[in-house]
């Protein structure tokens, strides 16, 4: 079998097992966040933490609590890391110096996972397990809490009330988070991922050398690493490493993982607007472009001169020979279009063009299909937008199901989208005029310029990947990342719920003839076309300088 068939043969695979549990997967969710019953454990949490999960929130409230609980996650997580070097489990390693400490509290908290640090050197079993573990679920719960506020927006009317944030927070993790990682866990550990809490042991001698490792929890936390899309792996090499990712099968379930919820959620919006054509609209946009990404990665990957590349079958510099060319792409596609940022690959490796296409994908939003919630809202923003440039086209108001898109709403949609690539430019522009942040570059020229530009694409659009060719463990990067993931996840928020309390106090208005019909094809169409085409127009320059310029040298 050649590496382009086997490549071919896993993507079918993956898209058979997508498919087939899309409808139930969706369903369920739905009735979850629909349900008026609670389980007797989320009852007791509600009494814990003094909540009423009855009481319905208008946006402010609902955006009071997703920033309160984030608030207390960061410093939580921030004092565990600093008093680690006296816990207990520590395997004895130091505290983490503090702006580390803020960088990773901040990475995990807004399920970004960025790791300016080596895992398995630098954090013991109760950093990882009480908070980064604990993370991985509840900022994944907390984005598909804001998704389905906004789904709720455009579901009801004349109310402004969007549901209740700490219901569906509990929800969300308890009853679609833990189920689906405690599964998708077990399979790992049956297939040959490690779950203990071993201390640091040899393991053998390399080249006049020992190699060390410690064991862990790691198959649980590479379960909700993926589930909940956020990426951060328990060893540096993060899932090329045979103990977080033992078998070729087991890559292909991490990558299912990663997107099942994300395209799932369709489902979800589909049944809960009353309208499931609308969400198969919503998931062909996105899985056109999810699917057109994979092939280009794959082409561009497979595309091969000299003898070298031909005898590999590929570009397999930085590449896991166990996956080959095919895998690394699909996971590399994936993890980028999702806000997952696990990798199976040095995406520093990739061409040049194949690095641009990992950018790219970042660039869009994360949002074919993004991260869990965070994918589905971002795609909802770009159909407002999408249906006002048509009703700009046609000469008459825009609305998307059954809601007018005035002059409120399309502000709201425009700083959305604007909010990122701000931070994106800002920040790497910033580093590139200073004359310190360079130095953290291992490559120079249009490479090096890749680089310091994915660091804070990754960051800014809180995926987590890197291209592993720079320094970002100093005061600098760990700052200024820190930043941009902080911003770049919670002012979306704000123009997210503030879109959804809008819409939600709207008298729907009656379909007509001159009515778009957003669940049909052409929709869908002009959809994918205004995504690329405003991405294009934002980033193009940038690109320019850099993978660009590296692949057409």
Partial sequence: MTPVLAGVLQLLALIGALALVHVPLGTYMAGVYSSKKHLRVEKWIYRGIGADPDTEMTWPAYLRGVLAFSAVSVLFLYLLQRLQGVLPGSLHFASVDP???????????TNTNWQSYYGEQTMGHVVQTAGLAVQNFVSAAVGIAVAVALVRGFARSRSGELGNFWSDLVRGTLRILVPVAALAAV??????????????????????????????????????KEVGTNGGGYFNANSAHPLENPTPFTNLLEIFLILVIPFSLTRTFGVMVGNVKQGYAILAAMF??????????????????????????????????????????????????????????????????????????????????????????????????????????????????????????????????????????????????????????????????????????????????????LNANTDWFNTMTGLAMLLGRFLPMVFVLALAGSLAGQTPVPVTAGTLRTEKPLFAGLLVGAILIITGLTYFPALALGPLAEGLA
């Fill in 99 to 109: 702006a580390q400490s803020f960088n990773t509290a901040v990475s995990f908290v």
């Fill in 187 to 224: 399979i790992l550990v049956a297939c040959g991922a490690v779950q203990n809490f071993s201390g640091i042991h040899e393991v053998g001698q390399f080249m006049g050398g020992s190699q060390q490792w410690n064991g862990g929890a790691v198959a649980s936390q590479e379960a909700i």
């Fill in 288 to 469: 056109t472009i999810w699917l057109g990404f994979t092939a280009l990665m794959m082409w561009t990957e497979f595309a091969h001169h000299g003898p070298a590349l031909q005898a590999a079958g590929g570009a397999m510099e930085g590449k896991e020979t166990r996956f080959g060319v095919g895998a690394s792409s699909i996971f590399a596609v994936s993890t980028t279009l999702t806000s997952t940022g696990a990798v199976n690959s040095f995406h520093s490796s990739f061409t040049g063009l194949g690095g641009g296409i990992t950018m790219l994908s970042m660039m869009l939003g994360e949002i074919a299909p993004g991260g869990t919630g965070s994918g589905l809202y971002g795609m909802l923003i770009m159909a407002v937008i999408a249906v006002f440039i048509a009703g700009l086209m046609v000469g008459r108001t825009p609305e998307y199901l059954g809601k007018k898109i005035g002059g409120r709403e399309m502000k709201l949609a425009a700083c959305y989208i604007l909010i990122t690539p701000a931070l994106v430019l800002v920040f790497t522009a910033a580093s590139m005029a200073l004359p310190t942040p360079p130095h953290s570059m291992l490559n120079s020229g249009a490479h090096g310029f890749s680089e310091v530009l994915y660091a804070f694409t990754s960051a800014s659009n809180n995926n987590g990947s890197a291209f592993a060719g």
